[in-house]
């Protein structure tokens, strides 16, 4: 793209380069990169970083007038084309659907899956205590209002973090960033300053039960869960929110801490002492990691489970063919603005598969759930502090069966199989 007098733009990317997307040649540019990359070198998806660009035309406006060449435009034939191009040879193709012009999350085509950024948020701040509860309601049933059209929930890439930003870790550890540390943390540029995060009052048991909240909550959310690359045991970046520009052994995974009952007390570097993680979850209750006991323990169970894994949305009638989501207050009744605590009841009576309750307690006192007393609840997973020693899961074989209520711990989240 350029200006009347030729110079080149980059007004959406922040990358130095933005091409005109109008043209039939530049069109065939992609699709003929992603057919090589597809047929050749064997891969299967792609994620397009800033992909707005990808959907407008700016060859139809005149050069400089810059709100219309802003202008998104779903039906953009190169957006058609590349979804042509994966369902003739089964490839994933996913958006990044926002850049620096606009924010075009459940706008593309259908075909299309997209990073849900409005899940992110909502995620985020529901667990710090917000009381954000429609919004969150809304996106842990696979944002329905966006993605209806898109061809069903799994084209909802939820997540909580991503490359960009802060890790899990450091979303329960920190309230700002630290991106002005000195090497091998630092210094870097950037970086979001609102982050919806909270540092946990600096209580270290506090920050490992949220850890595993968020986790809890994202593999039992209706859509695709996305994870980063060390979230699994709790990596951290000393609290930097942005170290695109770090190539450093601050960033990279430490594959010490993945087996470590200390993993912030582990060195960055053995021949570099003074470099130092700050110690944000001190001791866990060992042998090894329990953080990544924790989520591997927890995917084997959304794998094992289709009610977890649909690709049609429910209906919120119990027991029919599909698998429905039903969402309520403590006692039982409807879920109203500025609740902090829910109940989610999974109904998985319609793929042939069991019931779960997720009792999310977003508040600072014990939240006391109605069960109803007409079936049996087996309590398979509690993030809370006190279950540790228990490696907060239990098997259906070991499981505790609870009758009339749960009471759950401030800042935690339990599930509940039916028996």
């Known amino acids: 793209m350029q200006t009347k007098d030729h110079r080149l733009i980059d007004g959406a990317t922040g990358c130095s380069n933005q091409v005109n997307f109008s043209t039939a040649a530049s069109q065939r540019l992609v699709v003929d990169s992603l057919t090589h990359w597809a047929e050749r070198m064997g891969v299967d998806g792609f994620r397009f970083d800033l992909a707005p660009v990808l959907g407008r035309t700016p060859n139809a406006f005149e050069r400089e007038h810059w709100e219309e060449q802003k202008r998104f435009f779903p039906p953009h034939p190169l957006l058609a084309q ?32 997209e990073w849900n950024g409005r899940y992110r948020d909502a995620v985020r701040r529901f667990l710090k205590g917000d009381g954000n509860t429609d919004d969150f309601i809304e996106r842990v049933n696979g944002d329905y209002a966006n993605f209806n059209d898109q061809g069903g929930p799994q084209k909802s890439i939820n997540f909580v973090t991503a490359h960009d930003g802060f890790t899990l870790m450091d979303l329960v550890s920190f309230t700002t960033k630290h991106n002005d540390q000195a090497y091998p943390f630092g210094p870097s540029d950037g970086g979001s300053d609102d982050n919806l995060a909270w540092d946990s009052g600096g209580d270290h048991a506090l920050r490992r039960a949220r850890f595993r909240a968020f986790w809890t909550v994202l593999m039992f959310s209706r859509g695709v869960p996305m994870i980063v690359s060390g979230d699994e045991y709790g990596r951290t970046q000393n609290g930097n929110n942005n170290p695109w520009s770090l190539d450093t052994v601050g960033i990279w995974n430490n594959w010490a801490q993945a087996v470590s009952p200390t993993p912030t007390a582990e060195p960055v570097d053995p021949d570099n002492p003074g470099y130092a993680y700050f110690d944000v979850i001190g001791a866990t209750p060992g042998p090894g990691n329990p953080l990544l006991s924790f989520t591997r323990s927890l995917m084997a169970l959304r794998h094992a489970h289709p009610s977890l894994r649909q690709r049609e949305y429910g209906n919120h009638v119990l027991d029919d063919d599909d698998v429905s989501y039903l969402f309520s207050r403590p006692d039982g009744s409807h879920c109203h603005a500025g609740d902090r605590a829910v109940a989610v009841h999974i109904d998985g009576s319609g793929c042939g598969d069991t019931d779960f309750l997720l009792l999310v307690n977003a508040g600072a006192t014990d939240a006391d759930f109605r069960l109803d007393p007409g079936v049996d609840w087996l309590r398979i997973v509690d993030t809370a502090a006190w279950a540790e020693s228990f490696g907060n899961l239990w098997s259906p074989d070991t499981a505790d069966a609870l009758h009339d209520h749960y009471a759950v711990a401030p800042w935690s989240v339990a599930v509940l199989q039916q028996r």
């Open 82 to 113: 590349i979804i042509d191009l994966a369902e003739q040879h089964e490839l994933e193709m996913i958006a990044e659907a926002w850049d620096l012009w606009g924010y075009e999350v459940g706008n593309f085509p259908a075909g299309w899956g």
